[in-house]
């Protein structure tokens, strides 16, 4: 008797699954970039130093010290479908813990319980992606993904345009309004548990078996090029959340003199750039290769961007540009870039392990920032006092370049990967 054999997914399979996964990562972007525009109005209102502001976001990453690594491997255990949605759930209930006290210690829980889920969430997603499209124009869909995920953190700072009347009533109904943004996650999460739980009945997904046992030693045995990535990595997103989603606002108000509806709008132009260019890198790597030029360049133009803002009176639209190209370009090359360097059955490992070292380095940054400005009287009154923050975060970036030079280097001798030759497929 011949055995049935299935066919992959269509393309319009693989689409229904990438869009319900990024809607849901746009919830979750929203919610985590929350703080940012109401960062102010918690210092001018509540008393919140820049120390507490800087908390809210180092205590989302702290737990994902530990616990993205654990997500990670109950991702490679459990599935992805089953992961992201349970990881949905405890992003809203700490979404709206934050949003129902004014006590620090409460809103700092919230965002503690977010982070559980957020992170361990995100990783889900990836992973997921990289099973439905590895060899399929694997950088594009990850490009569509951080594109409808960007869109979240753009409506979060235009939200101080878009729902004026809600920031006017204080900091509460922004917040709460962000927790309404996570139900969507979990609603999007859910529609992706019924389509890949129907897929797998009509279609062959060709998923791993998930290990029977955790091997720990693991960890230690990726390559040297992986390492670099996560190196890179770590150094960028240190700089860009800390800077765009924690103080940038507040920033550009004490510093630049603008209102809040304009430093929520110019810090957003960051991320609806990043809506439009992600796609648009990805699917250029996709046909071009050349991956680690591409993290190179991108890192190099973060790095160039703060001595501008540090020292020159240029228009913020130049700093802008250059880092919205960055935000657009690097993470559109470097998740994609994994699945090239691990087999698929550690691929939730290795994005927990390089997400769990992420989250090292956000916890840090952000305390050591808000500390620095703290500790220099950083305000409307001493702009001056946010220097030492603006050569913390141009140290930062001259690492991540010289990480993705090396990787570079590494990339183009005998022990490569085929990073800056493989060519993708079509969807």
């Not at 066919?7 to 990024?22: D, F, G, K, N, Y």
């Amino acid at each position: 008797m011949a055995q049935d054999t299935k066919a992959p997914p269509t393309t319009a399979w693989r689409w229904a699954v990438l869009i319900a996964i990024s809607v849901a990562m746009f919830g979750n972007y929203y919610a985590y970039d929350s703080i940012g525009p109401v960062a102010e109005s918690l210092q001018r209102l509540l008393g919140f130093s820049d120390t507490q502001i800087g908390t809210l976001n180092a205590i989302y990453s702290f737990p994902n010290i530990i616990m993205v690594l654990v997500g990670g491997i109950i991702v490679d255990r459990f599935g992805t479908r089953l992961s992201t949605l349970m990881f949905a759930v405890i992003c809203s209930i700490g979404a709206f813990l934050t949003a129902l006290s004014p006590l620090f210690p409460v809103m700092a829980a919230g965002r503690l319980i977010f982070g559980l889920g957020a992170e361990s969430m995100i990783v889900a997603i990836t992973v997921a992606i990289g099973q439905w499209f590895v060899g399929r124009q694997l950088g594009f869909a990850f490009g569509v993904n951080l594109s409808i995920a960007r869109a979240g953190s753009y409506s979060a700072d235009m939200s101080t345009t878009w729902f004026k009347p809600l920031y006017d009533l204080g900091w509460q109904p922004p917040l709460l309004l962000a927790a309404g943004f996570s139900l969507i996650a979990v609603a999007a999460s859910f529609v992706y548990f019924l389509l890949e739980r129907r897929a797998f009945a009509r279609f062959d997904l060709q998923r791993p078996a998930p290990s029977d046992r955790i091997v720990w030693s693991d960890l230690l045995r990726f390559d040297r090029s992986y390492w670099y990535i996560v190196g890179l990595c770590v150094t960028f997103y240190s700089v860009i959340f800390p800077f765009r989603s924690t103080f940038a606002i507040k920033y550009f108000q004490h510093a630049h003199g603008l209102t809040l509806q304009e430093a929520g709008t110019i810090n957003g132009y960051v991320f609806l750039a990043a809506i439009f260019a992600t796609p648009a890198f990805g699917l250029i790597v996709d046909r071009a290769a050349r991956r680690a030029a591409f993290m190179a360049l991108g890192s190099f133009l973060l790095f160039a961007a703060f001595p501008i803002l540090a020292y020159t009176h240029l228009s913020l639209w130049i700093t802008t540009v250059m880092i919205g190209i960055a935000f657009s370009l690097v993470p559109a090359v470097l998740w994609p870039a994994v699945p090239y360097l691990v087999t698929q059955d550690r691929l939730g490992t290795a994005y927990g392990l390089m997400t769990m070292l992420q989250n090292i380095g956000l916890t840090l940054i952000n305390l050591l920032a808000g500390a620095l400005n703290d500790t220099y009287g950083a305000g409307a009154d001493n702009p001056a006092g946010y220097l030492p923050m603006l050569w913390l975060f141009f140290g930062l970036s001259f690492f991540g370049f010289a990480f993705a030079a090396a990787l570079r280097a590494r990339e183009t001798g005998p022990h490569g990967h085929g990073l800056e030759s493989i060519r993708a497929r079509g969807l």
